[in-house]
């Protein structure tokens, strides 16, 4: 029931995602409408409907969010804790969504946190960014939880064998960021050090920039969910700014517009390349079941690839891989030793 | 003696912004290299040149490079200090140019920290940003402080007559952010309800998120320095991703590069906008005395356009701008009584 377009684009999305690619899905909200939009696409027997009257308005604060036990999202949840799906999928607001989903599914066993990870358009294939929004406020050692939530991310959804994980940061030699990122930093070298047998390998590449977060100069870039959020939003509104300074100056006179019209299938490729429908969404990690959260704006297509990317990261058992990843991960330190170290 | 095309761009630089602008310039560093320099272009009377035998290397830490009392920056600090310059320009590393000036010039009285303050290229003004990376772990009470100091560097260079303001944060509605954004917020709150004659008045239009850096909606955008940096360079490194994309889309077929011969001129004005050298440099504010650090990679017309912009703060007397707004702003609440709400 999330989204712009929903719930019609929600349901077509859905219908090609079963049709085209075989996906065993359950539509989660109101029963008669949901069952209406299905059968004008002569889909009303392919897939099951599962009623809960109650939504999530899309500017719904967080907190009022979680407390609605019957919206389509907090009934899907249910369905997870019941073991009658395994993701879930919404495109409705990512606040509302994660705390729905933090409330109902809860953290795994060992996660501190999690995370928010987004898939930024690097080739030859995307690099994470997790936390993208979901703690404000982060510890050192949620970092580390997060450079594993993100490896198993990038093996899970794009087969990447040996995930690099970098830290973002302001300068590029060691030491250099504020008071989080530096102790993170330290965490992760320790992390990456740590020969153990059992021990899941992280392959710590260091600090990264603002400017090379396109550059696919890594797998995953880790950081608190302040400056992740403030980073992928400047990214998107940077490009998207960029497009449109183009898109003026391109048509700003008879010669240049008819310039581009030489130029549209180039021009078709890049737009698709930077369509936010074309990644499937946010991914919530580290949750007794993994959430995605497709665009707001998504349209049939983007809920189909955003059902895709649900069953990648299902079909692969992120979930099962992150337990593995942080059951056999050192302990995080203790929150006294965090302070003693970190608040000097 | 800074940056990659120093000394000669610099020289360059210097002799046009004297003999197109009309400036009153002194070159500080090696004096042999530079009177020979100042003679190829016939110079070598019109700008006096100060000796200073030591150099900050780019790559220095700032710690290192703060200790050298003979490098170049260090002695036109000298001047400045004396009452011989009013501003200093320089090309070298940021780290080291804003540690031996923040040691050398001080901060000015009632500034607890000196931020750098970038221009971000919007229309019809350019929106200042700022902690762009001075101080990567900041207190509310110094995000207060940026807001004056980046209004009266928006009334000074671009004589906007009452800046508004806002902060960058990870969601539109007022209690969104991390516990610093959240507390800056109240406090700029607080100041801009100020009525008290006197105090200097403070437009501030609440939160900013990262896709409306670009947007142009406030003229000033206040974070901390970390944040502050991440965002800046993301922005930076998304605008060349874009262009570099859209340029090897624009090239990638015969008939799409025919397109581009058409908009040659559109595509000049655009790259130009983007350029660096075109809008001077970053500039630390807060010091007793301006400093201007133009682009590492700056040609002679960004030293010329760097010197410029010093000209404009030195002219517009921001140094006692910043002293009327700080002197009267409200006293920043104590040590004591800030730890108590901000770390709860």
């Given amino acids: 029931m999330g989204g712009d377009h929903a719930p019609a684009a929600v349901v077509q999305g859905a219908v090609h995602a079963v049709r085209e690619h075989g996906l065993r899905l359950v539509l989660v909200g109101r029963a008669r409408e949901i069952t209406a939009l299905l059968a004008e696409q002569g889909a009303a027997r392919e897939i099951p409907v599962v009623h809960a009257e109650d939504t999530l308005a899309m500017n719904e604060g967080a907190l009022a969010s979680w407390r609605r036990p019957r919206s389509s999202v907090a009934v899907a949840c249910k369905l997870i804790r019941q073991g009658d799906a395994a993701v879930l999928v919404s495109a409705g607001s990512t606040g509302g969504v994660v705390a729905t989903s933090t409330v109902r599914l809860r953290s795994q066993p060992g996660v501190l946190r999690a995370a928010l990870a987004v898939a930024l358009p690097t080739r030859p294939v995307p690099t994470i960014l997790l936390d993208a929004g979901a703690n404000a406020d982060a510890k050192p050692e949620m970092l580390v939880q997060f450079a594993h939530l993100g490896a198993a991310y990038a093996q899970t959804a794009y087969g990447v064998a040996e995930p690099r994980v970098g830290i973002l940061t302001i300068g590029s030699e060691p030491g250099k960021g504020n008071k989080l990122a530096r102790k993170a930093a330290e965490l992760l070298h320790a992390t990456a050090a740590d020969t153990t047998a059992g021990a899941p390998r992280l392959d710590f590449r260091g600090n990264i920039e603002g400017h090379d977060l396109l550059a696919g100069e890594v797998d995953v870039v880790v950081t608190d969910g302040f400056t ?6 400047s990214v998107e509104g940077a490009v998207s700014f960029a497009f449109d300074t183009i898109h003026e100056a391109l048509t700003s006179s008879r010669l240049a ?25 946010a991914v919530l990690l580290g949750l007794n079941g993994t959430v995605v959260i497709a665009h707001g704006a998504s349209s049939s297509r983007g809920i189909e690839r955003a059902c895709l990317l649900a069953n990648d990261l299902a079909g ?24 003693s170290h970190s608040e000097e």
């Fill in 257 to 281: 517009k008819a310039g581009t019209l030489l130029q549209r299938s180039a021009l078709r490729d890049l737009s698709d390349r930077f369509d936010s429908d074309t990644y499937g969404g």
């Fill in 228 to 233: 992740g959020n403030v980073a992928l939003k």
């Fill in 316 to 339: 692969g058992h992120i979930v099962d891989q992150v337990r593995r990843r942080l059951h056999t991960a050192p302990r995080p330190q203790s929150w006294l030793h965090r302070l």
